[in-house]
């Protein structure tokens, strides 16, 4: 849990009341998530990163007329960079049966110059990165139902150890992260072990899916939310 706000102010509105206002706190936030959303934070927010695929995810946020819109965001080009990068930062692989058979030294530099590009790679793709974005106006009712379910699935969460296998596979980073009143809560996942975490995740990636195909149905997503743990929407 964090401060919602890194500086704020007490301002009163036209009727006198109270209302805190400041600069967000972003500062949890990988270099990606400030490329997808920005340094502002919405009241709800989802992101994955996969290992290989552009890191995507959506915020609900409210516009100027004080409605909820769902904003989606992905990056659309993460091969394309990944191989640019590659292209002018090249790393050296050596495959596993040879090993052995060379000499330490030679294992050694290799092993340091990979060491040396791969953080070359990864600025320079940040540079290369494109980002798509599509926005829906969604109802107060699925904004709160989502926020709520946010709110109780951080607050409930119980990761499961890792098994060592599992460690050694791919795996994708999830983050959730909302706001509560002057708070901001953060869970972020490095692997899908615990379910009630894949149930959510999975909802959530539903969501993205349905609103760049245009299928969006806030229906489905409202009814799962209300019986979150029965079996998936379809």
């Not at 967000?24 to 920005?38: A, Q, Y």
Request: hydrophobic share 35%.
């Amino acid at each position: 849990m964090e401060n919602k706000y890194i500086v704020s102010t007490i301002k009163k509105d036209s009727t006198g009341k109270e209302k805190i206002e400041g600069r967000d706190n972003v500062r949890s936030k990988s270099v990606v998530e400030k490329l997808l959303f920005g340094n502002t934070n919405g009241n709800v927010e989802f992101y994955v990163c996969p290992s290989f695929e552009g890191a995507y995810g959506f915020r609900t946020v409210r516009d100027s007329s004080d409605t909820f819109l769902l904003e989606i965001k992905r990056i659309a080009n993460w091969k394309e960079a990944a191989e640019e990068a590659e292209k002018k930062y090249p790393t050296v692989g050596i495959p596993l049966t040879l090993i052995s058979s060379l000499p330490q030294n030679i294992v050694n530099l290799t092993t340091d110059h990979n060491n040396a590009m791969w953080p070359l790679q990864e600025e320079e793709r940040l540079k290369l990165y494109k980002v798509k974005s599509s926005s829906i106006p969604i109802s107060n009712r699925l904004a709160e139902k989502l926020h709520a379910k946010f709110v109780s699935f951080i607050d409930d969460f119980k990761a499961k150890e890792l098994e060592p296998d599992l460690l050694m596979g791919d795996g994708e980073t999830t983050v959730f992260r909302c706001i509560v009143d002057q708070e901001i809560w953060t869970l972020s996942i490095p692997f899908k072990t615990e379910e009630k975490a894949r149930e959510l995740s999975d909802l959530c990636k539903r969501i993205i899916e349905d609103a760049e195909a245009g299928r969006f149905d806030e229906s489905k997503y409202i009814g799962r939310l209300e019986d979150y743990g029965q079996e998936d929407c379809n």
